[in-house]
């Protein structure tokens, strides 16, 4: 690296060439100042917010300082236009995921407080009772009950991968998750009990 050397001057493949011959991040800065607006509004057009594009921009240029030694490119910008769009997508698709787990979660919790009769015409109040008592229910749980809930529901880890963060078997990591959610269905039908009983006590 010359001391003083006006990087603009380089052009991307060049600046990507040196960085792979000498690992300096100062290339990586200057491909920074030329894209990272551009990152950014592709980012935006998935996520239609700032903050979340604004992460997502950090991590993808995080990501070049490895990506760019691994590979021999001869386009940098339409290069990187591609690993932007499949990291959007694959932040996309893991917040969609994560939500239908939350709804799945949800879902069953609300099941215990739903007329039996009348399924589908859970009433607003009840909605936002079981909505408001969920995160409590789960940090009400056995040690072991939550953290194998937390992670599947929230973190979106399979069995195996919960077994082998917890050092749970198998067998075990399902039976915490089995006896968590009924504990959970439990929690909040009592919770609900109580409050129902709340509101017609009179003083």
């Known amino acids: ?21 000498s690992h300096e991040t100062v290339y990586i800065g200057e491909l920074y100042q030329r894209y990272t607006h551009l990152v950014f509004g592709v980012c935006m057009k998935y996520f239609k917010n700032e903050a979340a594009s604004e992460d997502a921009t950090m991590q993808i240029f995080e990501k070049l300082i490895s990506e760019l030694k691994k590979h021999h490119i001869t386009a940098f910008k339409p290069w990187l236009h591609t690993v932007v769009k499949n990291h959007c997508m694959m932040l996309f698709r893991k917040g969609s995921q994560e939500e239908k787990r939350m709804a799945d979660l949800k879902k069953e919790a609300e099941g215990v407080v739903e007329n039996t009769e009348e399924q589908h015409l859970l009433e607003a109040q009840e909605k936002e009772f079981v909505l408001e008592h969920l995160k409590e229910g789960i940090d009400d749980l056995k040690e072991e009950q939550r953290i194998c809930i937390e992670l599947f529901y929230l973190k979106q880890s399979s069995y195996a991968e919960i077994s082998l963060i917890t050092g749970y078997n198998l067998n075990e990591v399902k039976s915490f998750i089995q006896n968590g959610k009924r504990n959970l269905k439990n929690y909040i039908t009592a919770k609900n009990e109580r409050a129902q009983k709340g509101q017609g006590d009179t003083f």
């Open 1 to 21: 690296m010359a001391k003083g050397e006006d990087y603009s001057i380089l052009t991307d493949e060049e600046l990507v060439e040196r960085y792979r011959n």
